[in-house]
């Protein structure tokens, strides 16, 4: 499977942002999919995660609330809706996919910036 992010940017603090995934290939042993992020000088940090069939969802406690995962396999396509952004929400964000074959596969990345 190959991912590739869009959407990413610069936006003020409130805003909001809608990230996209879009994946292709073989998605028959994919059985969820990520979104992660990382900032400067941290570590990279699970955000949301869906299973592939939407049953289950799971948001990090920091953006709860805020953030919502979602997937539209007819388009083959992942999203990450974020609202009420602040500028610790600033990172890189990766989408990925566990695949039950080949083990976690990466998109390259899109950066979203909160200024204050």
């Known amino acids: 499977v190959q991912l590739v992010e869009s959407g990413g940017g610069l936006v003020q603090a409130g805003g909001s942002l809608r990230l996209s995934c879009a994946y292709s290939g073989s998605t028959i042993s994919i059985n969820a999919m990520n979104w992660y992020r990382q900032a400067p000088g941290k570590q990279r940090e699970l955000v949301a995660t869906i299973t592939n069939t939407g049953g289950y969802i799971y948001y990090a406690d920091s953006v709860k609330g805020r953030f919502t995962i979602s997937r539209d396999d007819a388009k083959n396509t992942m999203y990450l809706q974020m609202n009420s952004l602040k500028p610790e929400d600033t990172a890189v964000y990766y989408c990925?996919?566990?695949?039950?074959?080949?083990?976690?596969?990466w998109g390259q990345g899109t950066q979203v910036t909160v200024s204050s």
């Open positions: 990925s996919a566990q695949d039950l074959r080949v083990g976690n596969v």
